[in-house]
T-cell receptor, first 111, second 114 residues
Framework: DAKTTQPTSMDCAEGRAANLPCNHS???????VYWYRQIHSQGPQYIIHGLKNNETNEMASLIITEDRKSSTLILPHATLRDTAVYYC????????????FGQGTILTVHP | DAGVIQSPRHEVTEMGQEVTLRCKPI?????LFWYRQTMMRGLELLIY????????DSGMPEDRFSAKMPNASFSTLKIQPSEPRDSAVYFC????????????FGPGTRLTVL
């Protein structure tokens, strides 16, 4: 699976959009970009995933660049409860769905 | 939907004792994953089952660890004998195992080996 690079930490004001970047320059054509988050002491929570097109659900939007080498997770109106570690994961190909977690981005939403 | 269920949520045991962690995957999912999380190593995959058959156990640390999935609705992860370095949070996740499929995680079992 392709390796991902994320900033170690980010801050965001409550009510503002949080934009979390991820680089995955070695992604291959059949690999998906997944985002999970982990709130303290809880299990990882699925947020969103995409292959080529931008995706939106009730939690977030995922913007994937045309060359698919990077993506951005957007939380449109961050709340204090969105404070968590956010993981960008590339999954697919022959990896049978295995998730390889990196260090992620610690997002802190402050009042 | 109850989600992935794990038990116990917390386990404290003494070195040398046998520990059994349990997982009930989401109904209809045919893949089950056991992960371990520590501060030093982060989240790492231990073993993966597909249709109740172990497919990849390369992440299992050593022979003290074993996992079984006797049916589609139950799996166990056993550590015998346990050691202090096994202290971690153990997560179970289930999904359908396809490349574009989503895995759903349970709440985890926090294991402390004294």
């Amino acid at each position: 699976d392709a390796k991902t690079t994320q900033p170690t930490s980010m801050d965001c004001a409550e009510g503002r959009a949080a934009n979390l970047p991820c680089n995955h320059s070695t992604i291959s054509g059949n690999e998906y970009v997944y985002w999970y988050r982990q709130i303290h002491s809880q299990g990882p929570q699925y947020i969103i995933h995409g292959l080529k097109n931008n995706e939106t659900n009730e939690m977030a939007s995922l913007i994937i660049t045309e060359d698919r080498k990077s993506s951005t997770l957007i939380l449109p109106h961050a709340t204090l409860r969105d404070t968590a570690v956010y993981y960008c994961i590339v999954k697919g190909g022959t990896s049978y769905g295995k998730l390889t977690f990196g260090q992620g981005t610690i997002l802190t939403v402050h009042p | 939907d109850a989600g992935v269920i794990q038990s116990p949520r917390h386990e404290v045991t003494e070195m040398g004792q046998e520990v059994t962690l349990r997982c009930k995957p989401i109904s209809g999912h045919n893949s089950l994953f056991w992960y371990r999380q520590t501060m030093m190593r982060g989240l790492e995959l231990l073993i993966y089952f597909n249709n109740n058959v172990p497919i990849d156990d390369s992440g299992m640390p050593e022979d003290r660890f074993s996992a079984k999935m006797p049916n589609a609705s139950f799996s166990t992860l056993k550590i015998q004998p346990s050691e202090p370095r096994d202290s971690a949070v153990y997560f179970c996740a289930s999904g359908n195992g396809r490349a574009g499929d989503t895995q759903y995680f349970g709440p985890g079992t926090r294991l402390t080996v004294l």
